[in-house]
């Protein structure tokens, strides 16, 4: 995962780690689906030009919270 996170490769990220950290459905959608809408919903409140952080699981596969914050039409910009 190391690799994949150096090089940006938010694919490899989904299909090699998310499965890994929640491989039933139900807690996928607990600890990663729901939690990153939750999230998205609370950032896009927040005032200014925020820093946030999150694990790699919540930036990549389905749902991930970069692709919740460009769909509100937030500039997400990866900080190495």
Excluded: C, S
């Excluded at 998205?40 to 990549?60: Q, S």
């Amino acid at each position: 995962m190391l690799d994949a996170w150096l090089h940006g490769d938010m694919r490899r990220i989904g299909d090699e780690f998310v499965d890994k950290v929640a491989p039933e459905p139900a807690l996928k959608q607990a600890l990663l689906y729901d939690r990153n809408r939750a999230w998205a919903d609370r950032i896009a409140t927040l005032k200014g030009r925020p820093f946030i952080a999150v694990g790699a699981a919540h930036l990549a596969g389905r749902d991930n919270v970069i692709d919740l914050l460009k769909a509100q039409g937030f500039k997400v910009k990866r900080v190495e």
